[in-house]
């Protein structure tokens, strides 16, 4: 990593700054908090800026006044910034891959897989910047030139999670500055190595002062001021149903324009008919890699009865296979979950599942020895009813639960009976009820014999119901939210 994100070493651990008008500095008290590894807490990562108001208030001030020049630069200019942003973050794929594995414990592969995701989405937006971006329309009036032209909001705020560190604020932060708008980005608190990592590709590629910011700090001292903030035009959120709620309310309220992803509760459905042995590797992918920390993670195997027994088996028998442990070693497939509140939330959500008679079909237990970290058993429950806790709420861990149903239409309307909606999956070999699945099921995402976490960073992504906000991040759809219409009707003088 270069160093300038480093603003002091203290007791063998680096401090690392706020990014503010072009420079890292720290918060305005001095103060910081520590981030730990979660497979290992002894292991401190680092410090990072406890940042409050005025810190935002200066990024905010400073996104402000680059707002109008980055704004009117050219567009081949900013993608020619982007595509070097791309190719730097490219050359330390590997150790920002292995940094986001230690702060956040998904593995070695998938942190790797997750950083190369936002060398894509970089160099993806190079490209995009370069499409056409406006329309000419006919006109009643045979000499008017009437066409359409999009620009930038302004100062936007950037609001990720730490599930994704490094994909979900790539997929916000670069649409945004591809489309001319000026950032001020605060990171999940859990997760700001990643953070550091892509706001230093991308100012070491020349970013102007001011026009990305990265603020880190709690939800409250940072996140409230921000989205309150006037000067904030346009606010960006992925996370809890919760938080998203609050913050349509606090930015809608004062006429930010607001976008939001939200959680899952994601249905893989298995017909009779279905490649058995596919099926049952897809829908544990879906609901374990990550250690069931994805919003299209897959959270219920709906499953026509006349299998049902022989699927959970064979469920059962893959998830008291994976092997459980440190992200950084070549054979581990589940790591630890975020934290230990994540860690005791999830298995309490298990404790209770239990005591209410669910039947836990496998994993279930405490693990122990694992350093102290935070992990947590991939589980399996069988029989889960669709209206029961374990039905209907995003536990957001490696739990799985099998719901049993009669026929095609049965599970669908299970599927759809749930406040979110997505992803969905279905595995069959029968074209007629895959088509009929993708007409009647409500997700955003749709997957036909492949899991629901599959996403790849050129197409809309986002979520039906309670899922979104109904706006789509990525591929083209990203421009319908950074970008505001101008429509044009150009008339020549008289006479001319
Ligand atoms: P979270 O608790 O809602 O936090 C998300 C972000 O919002 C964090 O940066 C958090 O800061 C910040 N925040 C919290 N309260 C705030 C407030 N009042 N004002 C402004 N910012 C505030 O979610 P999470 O636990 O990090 O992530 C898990 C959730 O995200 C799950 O529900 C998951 O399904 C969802 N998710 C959805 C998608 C999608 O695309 N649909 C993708 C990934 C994850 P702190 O970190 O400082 O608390
Ligand atoms: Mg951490």
């Given amino acids: 990593m270069a160093s300038a994100s480093i603003i002091e070493q203290r007791d063998n651990a680096p401090v690392f700054g706020n990014y ?128 359409t032209l999009r620009e930038p909001i302004g100062v936007c705020a950037i609001i990720t999670p730490w599930n994704f560190p490094i994909a979900i604020p790539a997929w916000k932060i670069v649409p945004a500055l591809a489309f001319g708008n ?29 026009v990305l910011n990265m603020v880190t700090g709690s939800a409250s001292a940072v996140g409230d001021p921000l989205v309150t903030d006037e000067r904030v035009l346009a606010v960006s959120f992925t996370g809890s149903n ?8 606090m930015a809608g309220e004062r006429g930010a324009k607001v976008q939001l992803e939200l959680g899952g509760k994601n249905p893989a459905i298995v017909l009779a008919d279905a490649d058995l042995d596919h099926a049952v590797t897809q829908v544990i992918n879906g609901a374990m890699m990550s250690s069931g920390q994805k919003c299209t993670a897959t959270s219920r195997a709906i499953v026509d009865r006349r299998i049902a027994a022989e ?38 959500e298990i404790d209770r599942a239990r005591s209410e008679g669910v039947a836990l079909v496998a994993g279930g237990s405490k693990p122990d020895g694992l350093n102290g970290g935070h992990f947590v058993t991939p589980t399996l429950f069988g029989d889960v009813a669709p209206d029961s806790r374990l039905g209907q709420e995003e536990l957001f861990g490696p739990v799985l639960g099998v719901i049993t149903v009669d026929n095609v239409d049965e599970a669908i309307a299970v599927a759809n009976k749930v406040r979110y909606g997505l992803s969905a999956s279905i595995f069959t070999r029968d074209i007629g009820k895959a088509l009929g699945f993708i007409q009647k099921i409500q997700a955003g995402i749709v997957h036909v014999n492949s899991e629901t976490a599959g996403a790849e960073p050129h197409v809309p992504f986002g979520g039906y119901k309670g899922s979104s906000s109904y706006s789509r991040e990525q591929g083209k759809a990203a421009r319908e939210f950074y970008t505001q219409v101008k429509t044009v009707y150009l008339d020549p003088p008289p006479g001319a």
């Avoid at 001020?184 to 892509?198: E, M, Y």
Wanted: charged share 20%; hydrophobic share 40%.
């Fill in 20 to 147: 503010i008008a072009g420079s890292w500095k720290a918060s305005q008290s001095g103060e910081t908090y520590e981030n730990r590894n979660p497979a290992n807490p002894s292991e401190l990562i680092g410090r990072f800026a406890s940042s409050a108001k005025g810190d935002v208030e200066d990024a905010v001030s400073a996104a402000a006044e680059a707002a109008g020049p980055w704004g009117t630069t050219s567009a081949i200019a900013r993608a020619n910034l982007l595509y070097k942003a791309s190719e730097i973050l490219a050359s330390r794929v590997n150790e920002v891959g292995r940094d986001l594995s230690r702060e956040e414990g998904k593995t070695l592969k998938e942190g790797i897989g997750e950083t190369t995701r936002a060398v894509q989405i970089l160099r993806y937006f190079a490209g995009e910047i370069q499409q056409p971006i406006g329309e000419h329309y006919p006109s009643m009036s045979p000499t008017t030139f009437l066409f």
């Fill in 182 to 210: 000026t950032v001020v980005f605060k990171p999940a608190s859990l997760t700001p190595l990643c953070a550091v990592h892509l706001t230093e590709a991308l100012a070491e590629a020349g970013l102007p002062a001011g």
């Fill in 242 to 249: 919760s938080v998203g709620n609050q913050i349509k309310k």
């Fill in 311 to 348: 699927v959970t088996q064979r469920l059962a028998d893959k998830v008291g296979a994976l092997r459980m442990g440190d992200p950084l070693e070549d054979t581990t497939q589940i790591g630890p979950l975020v934290s230990a509140d994540a860690a005791e939330r999830v298995s309490g």
